[in-house]
């Protein structure tokens, strides 16, 4: 996915760096992506400790590096508003990368739910922080979709991101003891389905209608997966069960994950750090799967779960590596 860049003044050279000038001006938001990711995977494999009996170590290990990674790009992205805050500005005034705004909203959330074990007065804290920011965050992309004038190459699979973070209020917030908290869920609910419903139409048409999108940008297509798989884990958390319905929204998430997964996975698809787009959509696929397999039973589903499951931990510790490498090597802050 394009990231907002800007015109720098050249920063002096760095040992540390081998890729010459680098500046924190060119620091993604949409790095957050990677704390979604790996947080939601670190779900998944706590999931898998009762279903497959995997070594519950696993998923408390891949939490705590979750939550070391949001940690480090908090303390880069803060250091980037405090030196370059025009940067940040054009970045979330940007009709495209200001989605990405909200992949801090649900990396607050998510991490509410991996770190519940740890501290439940805390994790309370961090998700109601969680909550106040995706509202806020929603109200504004609903704001700026009603302005109108708002160009149709505009309309990417990224905007679906704020209204996923409603429904995440409702899948990490399913059994929190706060006698408010089911209001809040039940509000999520219904706002994160509809706003997640309308962006998604919007944004099939442009992708029929318009121009195919930039090879770049080709990760950022599992995102349309995502309200569907995050749908089926709200609808089962904040309602209690794996009816008739949630089932639906799992196999259509299934199905787009399916469709859009040859358009995804090319080589001719240049790596960057957008490519953690696929990384929550494939971890919320993941937990459903594992979810559903272990109400419904049976060999096929959980199969399936596993297989996707695999799949994630693979692709994460690709993207992991691959991101590594961009951010010792200095390519992640080049200004050139």
């Avoid at 909200?102 to 991996?114: E, N, R």
Wanted: aromatic letters at 12%; hydrophobic letters at 60%; charged letters at 10%.
């Amino acid at each position: 996915m394009n990231t907002l860049t800007a015109p720098n003044a050249p920063a002096p050279a760095s040992a540390a760096f081998a890729a010459g000038p680098y500046s924190l001006r060119q620091l993604p938001i949409n790095l957050y992506g990677a704390v979604m990711g790996l947080a939601g995977m670190a779900l998944a494999w706590r999931l898998a400790v009762p279903v497959f009996g995997a070594p519950a170590a696993i998923g408390e290990a891949m939490g705590f590096f979750a939550l070391a990674v949001f940690l480090a790009h908090s303390a880069g992205y803060l250091a980037k508003l405090a030196l370059h805050p025009e940067a940040v500005r054009k970045e979330f005034t940007d009709p495209v990368s200001g989605n990405f705004f909200g992949q801090f909203a649900i990396s607050l959330l998510l991490l509410s739910c991996v770190l519940m074990p740890y501290g439940q007065a805390f994790s309370q804290g961090l998700w109601t922080a969680g909550v106040v920011v995706t509202l806020a965050l929603s109200v504004l992309v609903g704001s700026r979709l009603l302005k109108g004038k708002l160009a149709p190459a505009h309309m990417l699979p990224v905007w679906i991101i704020p209204g996923v973070g409603v429904l995440d209020i409702g899948v990490t917030g399913g059994h929190l003891p706060m006698a408010w908290a089911g209001e809040i869920n039940l509000l999520a609910m219904a706002v994160g389905a509809m706003v997640a419903l309308v962006l998604w139409t919007l944004i099939i048409h442009r992708l029929a209608h318009g121009e195919p999108l930039p090879q770049g940008m080709r990760p950022s297509l599992m995102i349309l997966m995502a309200p569907f798989a995050v749908g089926f884990l709200a609808w089962v958390n904040v309602f209690g069960e794996v009816d008739r319905f949630a089932g639906a929204l799992f196999y259509f998430a299934l199905f787009v994950f399916i469709v859009v997964s040859p358009k995804v996975f090319r080589r001719d698809v240049p790596f960057s750090p957008g490519w953690w787009a696929i990384s929550f959509p494939m971890a919320a696929l993941a937990n459903a799967a594992i979810v559903y397999a272990g109400a419904r039973g049976g060999l096929v589903l959980h199969v399936l779960a596993a297989l996707l499951l695999g799949l994630l931990t693979a692709a994460l510790a690709v993207l992991t590596v691959r991101t590594l490498h961009w951010v010792f090597s200095g390519r992640l802050f080049a200004t050139a």
